[in-house]
């Protein structure tokens, strides 16, 4: 118990004076770094050395425990003898246990071999090199290792000086991620760069194709064509523009076209464009082209039609003018021909209706019955030729703007009625209807407007060859009398009823096929139009049509005949 409470002691004793020991160390490294001290005292295992610090006077020391960079002394074998606050936190160690730690305890595994190299050369002559550092954590610290010797009174060591590369190389690192990341952002901007290059050729490549695809066609084609930008200007023409006008780009572009159009047809031409410029709807008009190398008008079918996008805006019109000349040539010829021709028809006509009249009434009791019956039938021949007849003047005096007629103030509804009447004796099998029928007064040529109502009675029989009903409407709408004639019969399409009004158009049934020269509803039309009234059909293949035609109405007469 004696030598165990000794023991005890001896240890107490002890530990007081290492703790001791332990304080005056660590005075002793504070008054070194502060630079009270000049010497001290190391124990190395070969018993206590003395260190004198007569070369570092105090200033150098204050200013090396406050520089940034890790200092540290070292002797031949590798031991510290001094270290400063900053290579004591580097490698996350208490300064006073730094202190006759072998420096290669701090050294990374890695650098090792490095390490010897340059302590070894160290001795020589100062060097550089970079090494890992590893902290008491396990942590690496890069760092600049500056070796140079020192001379002491107790013989030479090394002063080591390690800058913390840890900033710098994590900037570096950085600026290496970053340059990693730009050089990846310029690789992908070349390839978009070289994507869009490819896409832009691909779409020329694609609109050179099509504005030569465009050219050629346009070149290729007899008529003269051009395009106009929304508000008219022309920005292309074809060839066969320049050839045939005998002008270039310049003379013509824009407006320039004006130029070579006939001057009476000039003003119709501006009108119905600014028209279509306005509404958008299709341009057609026929009009005369001064042709370049003799100076000649020709006639032409001018069209343009509108190009619109996907939100209807118009983008550009596409006009084309296609010479009618030689057509009109013929047509003139044929009409010429159809006047001369019923006009020398017309007077055998007159004088064969008088003989066969002479004939009739020649001892008309002694007639046998067969021979009135072929007078009879000769008579109904001879007014359907007279008919015709009649139908080719008109269509000749229309064209050649003479089919004038007196106008009067008369009751168009007894008119329609007396027309109905004749149509019951021509057409006993028919069923006429009139519907409404109240009193009407119009300014207008009962004759003629008695031919347009016969006409469209006698079609609505002529084209419905199953029902034979025909109803006959007369009613007023907005200061107009309006007057049709429904059929049950074949019916026309859409087509067929825009070109009925044209002049010998007949349609072409294979089914159903009746006699007729195409005239009536032209006729009609004229007439119409003369007496400032409209006309048109409304008509399904099949179930029938309607024709009607309207007409100014005389208020104070229709008010009076209604009294
Ligand atoms: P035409 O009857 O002598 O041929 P029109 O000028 O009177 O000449 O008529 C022109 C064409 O219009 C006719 O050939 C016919 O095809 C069509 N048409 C006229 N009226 C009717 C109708 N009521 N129903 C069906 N088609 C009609």
Not at 225 to 237: A, F, I, K, R, S
Request: glycine share 6%.
């Amino acid at each position: 118990m004696d030598q165990l409470n000794n023991t005890y002691s001896v240890l107490l004793k002890e530990n007081e004076e290492l703790k001791i020991q332990l304080e005056e160390a660590n005075d002793t490294i504070d008054a070194i770094r502060t630079g009270q001290v000049d010497a001290l005292i190391v124990n190395d295992g070969d018993g206590h050395q003395l260190y004198t610090l007569k070369t570092a006077d105090q200033t150098y020391r204050v200013f090396i425990e406050k520089m940034n960079e890790g200092a540290v002394t070292i002797n031949r074998q590798g031991l510290i003898l001094y270290s400063n606050s900053r290579f004591a936190s580097m490698v996350g160690m208490p300064l006073e246990r730094t202190i006759g730690l072998l420096f290669e305890t701090f050294i990374a595994d890695q650098s090792r071999d490095a390490f010897e190299d340059v302590i070894a050369n160290a001795w020589e002559e100062d060097c550089k090199e970079e090494l890992l550092l590893k902290n008491t954590e396990g942590h690496y610290v890069p760092c600049l290792l500056s070796c140079n010797t020192l001379e002491l009174d107790e013989g030479v060591a090394l002063s080591l000086i390690l800058t913390d590369l840890s900033i710098l190389k994590e900037a570096e690192n950085q600026l290496k991620i970053k340059n990693l990341q730009l050089a990846a952002a310029r690789l992908a901007t070349e390839k978009l760069n070289n994507e869009l290059e490819d896409t832009v050729k691909e779409r020329t490549n694609e609109l050179f194709l099509s504005r030569e695809h465009f050219k050629y066609l346009a070149n290729n084609i007899p008529q003269m064509t051009w395009t106009n930008l929304p508000d008219g200007e022309v920005d292309y023409y074809n060839q066969q523009w320049y050839d045939y006008t005998g002008l270039d780009q310049q003379d013509t572009k824009k407006w320039g076209w004006r130029k070579v159009l006939h001057p009476d047809d000039l003003q119709a031409t501006m009108d119905r464009f600014a028209e279509s410029l306005k509404t958008g709807e299709i341009f057609e008009i026929e009009n005369r082209y001064k042709r370049g190398y003799d100076g000649a008008y020709r006639w032409h079918l001018n069209r343009a039609i509108p190009l619109r996008d996907e939100k209807n805006e118009i983008v550009f019109w596409v006009g084309t003018a296609t010479d009618i000349e030689d057509q009109k040539k013929e047509m003139e010829r044929k009409d010429e021909f159809i006047g001369i021709a019923s006009h020398e028809l017309k007077t055998p006509l007159t004088s064969l209706k008088g003989y066969l009249q002479l004939i009739a009434s020649y001892k008309r009791d002694e007639l046998p019955s067969v021979v009135k019956q072929y007078i009879e039938k000769a008579n109904t021949s001879l007014n359907k030729l007279q008919r015709l007849i009649n139908d080719l003047l008109d269509v000749s005096k229309i064209q050649a703007g003479k089919l004038e007629y007196a106008f009067t103030k008369f009751n168009i509804t007894d008119l329609i009625k007396t027309c109905i009447e004749n149509a019951e004796h021509i057409h006993p099998d028919n069923n006429f209807i009139i519907r409404d029928g109240k009193d009407y007064t119009v300014n207008g040529n009962p004759e003629r407007l008695e031919q347009v109502v016969m006409n469209l009675i006698n079609n609505a029989v002529k084209y419905s060859p199953q029902n034979k009903d025909v109803i006959i409407h007369i009613t007023d709408h907005a200061d107009c009398v309006r007057v049709s004639v429904t059929d049950f019969g074949i019916g026309l399409s859409a087509e067929q009823q825009e070109r009925i009004f044209e002049r010998f158009y007949r349609v072409e049934d294979k089914k159903y096929t009746t006699s007729g020269l195409g005239m009536g509803l032209y006729i009609s039309a004229e007439i119409i139009s003369y007496h400032n009234g409209s006309i048109g059909v409304e008509s399904e293949v099949g179930k029938g049509s309607t024709f009607y035609f309207g007409l100014p109405l005389i208020r104070d007469y229709r008010l009076e005949t209604r009294d």
